[in-house]
């Protein structure tokens, strides 16, 4: 259990770090943790070209995952859907973007860490 407890509490801080980041971009932080069902999006801001669907992604050492492998088909589906319900609940006109945010932290340390922004990290396919 305590594995499991130390997995929530590190998503939760990356969680928080990341929107932090976005702010700091210039990224207005619309959602966090917004749910549609059983579908979740971590983050959900926009600036003003993009509405900005945010995956994040905390990790306690040193990840083998290339980035592509974080978000597989499935996963990328489930975010477009639920970006859909999203737009059409809130009647929003504006493109959107998928962006990953990867946070490490060093050591298993939570002051210390490495954040990585892709933006446009997947596309929907037509």
């Not at 945010?54 to 589906?77: C, H, S, Y």
């Amino acid at each position: 259990m305590k594995n499991f407890y130390r997995k929530t509490e590190l998503g939760r801080i990356g969680e928080r770090l990341a929107a932090e980041y976005l702010v700091k971009q210039g990224i207005q932080i619309l959602e966090q943790n917004w749910r549609h069902r059983h579908k979740e999006i971590d983050i959900i801001g926009q600036d003003e070209r993009f509405l900005i669907i945010a995956e994040v992604k905390a990790r306690a050492d040193i990840f083998l995952e290339a980035p592509g492998e974080m978000v597989d088909k499935t996963k990328q589906n489930y975010l477009i859907r639920a970006a859909d319900a999203y737009i059409q609940q809130r009647g929003i006109d504006k493109e959107v973007r998928f962006d990953l945010l990867i946070i490490v932290f060093e050591d298993g340390d939570l002051q210390r860490y490495h954040l990585e922004h892709i933006p446009d990290a997947f596309l929907p396919e037509p």
